[in-house]
């Protein structure tokens, strides 16, 4: 496997003198540090037997390993004086922030769903808070799910409830330069959801029309509700905002599955993405070792 120092890159990852000062500090075996061709982002806890509970020391941890993104669906609950260190983490060390979950998901009850103003209000009040934190930690991206589906009404009235509650959203996200990405997820492990389907998904943006509401195509739940990844990734490829991971079945690390991720990363590192590829995922094995073998995994795959 090709092992290329990622030191040399001085505007992402700063002098070689203070990369090796902070590499000394988190040595994970035989692991050296890589030039991913893409981003990446792994989020707390992935590195904790390797980089300790405090969240600095981790997102340290991942630059020094190369990881140039970080994602994190919790930052909106966390400490405004953390939220601010990390920004400040990230930007020192070359990394750019990923999603965050934007809003309360219901995962039971129907929510943007059935009409409901004041659930519908709720939402928005929550995406103009949203717009603090993203701004707090220099943000792009904020993930939102609709809730479940509405058995009491026609799938064509919910989908025009949802519309509209996406398109207030995006009077909101609009002018900040912001994005909501729609996350649809797989019927197995969220029954009674109401996005589901990646095409689903790249109707509403459509009908939205909005450059802050694109898809967040999670590889593993389509891998799961649709399969065929790279046709239905062209196929809806205008409204992707962002991507995340995990292997099926297990969801974990690249290479513990059924998904040949070395093809799908080239195919979408040459059609000339540069976003962000969130790890939303478990560790396949425990402590440092697992660790360590899920960046050489990482490496493995992006080793196209």
């Known amino acids: 496997m090709e092992r290329r120092n990622f030191i040399k890159s001085s505007a992402l990852f700063g002098t070689a003198a203070s990369l090796t000062s902070k590499l000394s500090g988190n040595d994970i075996g035989n692991v050296d540090p890589y030039a991913f061709k893409l981003k990446y982002a792994p989020h707390l806890g992935m590195f904790k037997d390797s980089a300790g509970s405090d969240p600095i020391d981790q997102l340290n941890f991942m630059a020094d390993m190369g990881f140039r993104a970080f994602e994190d669906n919790g930052m909106k609950g966390r400490e405004v004086s953390l939220q601010e260190?990390?920004?400040?983490?990230?930007?020192?060390?070359?990394?750019?922030?990923?999603?965050?979950?934007?809003?309360?998901?219901?995962?039971?009850?129907?929510?943007?769903?059935?009409?409901?103003?004041?659930?519908?209000?709720?939402?928005?009040?929550?995406?103009?808070?949203?717009?603090?934190?993203?701004?707090?930690?220099?943000?792009?991206?904020?993930?939102?799910?609709?809730?479940?589906v509405d058995l009491r009404l026609k799938m064509g009235f919910q989908t025009a409830h949802v519309m509209e509650s996406l398109r207030r959203a995006c009077d909101i996200l609009e002018p900040h330069g912001l994005v909501m990405v729609l996350e649809p997820l797989n019927f197995y492990n969220h029954p009674g959801l109401f996005l589901s389907e990646v095409p689903q998904a790249y109707s509403l943006c459509r009908a939205v029309d909005s450059p802050s509401c694109k898809i967040l195509f999670d590889i593993y739940h389509q891998q799961i509700t649709e399969g065929n990844l790279i046709p239905n990734i062209d196929a809806a490829w205008s409204e992707i905002g962002y991507f995340q991971i995990g292997d099926n079945p297990g969801r974990k690390e690249p290479t513990t599955g059924e998904i040949n991720y070395k093809n799908v990363f080239k195919h979408i590192?040459?059609?000339?993405?540069?976003?962000?590829?969130?790890?939303?995922h478990g560790n396949a094995n425990p402590e440092k070792a697992g660790e360590e073998m899920l960046i050489k995994a990482y490496q493995e795959v992006d080793s196209f």
């Open 85 to 148: 260190k990390m920004a400040k983490t990230m930007q020192d060390r070359g990394m750019q922030m990923g999603v965050f979950v934007a809003h309360e998901i219901s995962w039971k009850e129907p929510n943007l769903t059935n009409g409901d103003e004041a659930l519908r209000e709720k939402f928005l009040k929550e995406i103009g808070e949203s717009v603090e934190v993203a701004k707090r930690v220099n943000a792009k991206w904020m993930t939102v799910v609709p809730g479940h």
């Open 269 to 280: 590192h040459d059609k000339g993405y540069m976003g962000i590829l969130g790890m939303e």
